[in-house]
Nanobody, 123 residues
């Protein structure tokens, strides 16, 4: 089970930190990813951190603004989001997949999914 938290409404330029708590599987051998889905758009991969802490950011638009991290002791993964803009508005999902992060953020790669948390960036 994956449970996201930390979403909300923020003004452009603001920051949010998303958290995802895992249970029911061996967290530290899984790669953990963050996806997002904006209204009317397909779900897209945002970032992934492997079981060995290798980090991948998928869309160029988040590089330098978003930071993914994990806490294996507490079975949590985080997404720190800075300099948010309206294009970051979406439901953000946490996902767990086997060991390494895929080169392409394929939804089918990930075995477990959370229910999502809404992030709204608006003035």
């Amino acid at each position: 089970q994956l449970v996201e938290s930390g979403g909300g409404s923020v003004q452009p330029g603001g920051s949010l930190r998303l958290s995802c708590e895992a249970s029911g599987f061996t967290f530290d051998i899984y790669a953990m990813g963050w996806f997002r889905q904006a209204p009317g758009k397909e779900r897209e991969g945002v970032s992934c951190i492997s079981s060995s802490d290798e980090v991948t950011y998928y869309p160029d638009s988040v590089k330098g603004r978003f930071t993914i991290s994990r806490d294996n002791a507490n079975s949590k993964v985080y997404l720190q989001m800075n300099s948010l803009n309206s294009e970051d508005t979406a439901v953000y999902y946490c996902a767990a997949g086997p060991l390494a992060c895929p080169l392409v953020p394929a939804i089918a790669w990930f075995d477990y999914w959370g229910q999502g948390t809404q992030v709204t960036v608006s003035s």
